[in-house]
């Protein structure tokens, strides 16, 4: 047990808008990370490292760059899923929350 490395703590656990899906703290850091590389440096896609990570959150990466870039455009209360989209704004007594079309884009 001496030379046993402890588990990562779960950092962002996605509840509510993407499901039970958890990434860890070193993979939270890396999408960070790659993501303000990549709005620094003009690129226009991801590194394919990160497929997994974006897989498991229910993510197509090819919209991740476009979604992060005209974030505040795209999405205003809620960034999810379509379906999750509609049922927060039902919830909440509002026939739509702004998104719609960039949810289907970004979200698998």
Excluded: C
């Excluded at 808008?17 to 690129?43: C, F, H, N, W």
């Excluded at 005209?70 to 007594?93: M, Q």
């Amino acid at each position: 047990m001496a030379n046993r490395r402890p588990e990562a703590p779960q950092l962002a656990t996605f509840k509510g808008a993407l499901g039970p899906t958890a990434i860890s703290e070193e993979e939270y850091i890396m999408l960070v990370d790659e993501s303000a590389r990549m709005l620094q440096d003009g690129k226009h896609s991801m590194d394919p490292k990160l497929a997994p990570i974006f897989e498991r959150l229910g993510l197509k990466a090819e919209a991740w760059p476009k979604s992060i870039r005209e974030h505040r455009g795209l999405f205003r209360r809620v960034v999810a899923p379509l379906e999750k989209l509609k049922s927060f704004a039902a919830e909440r007594g509002k026939a739509w929350f702004q998104g719609a079309q960039a949810a289907k884009l970004l979200f698998a």
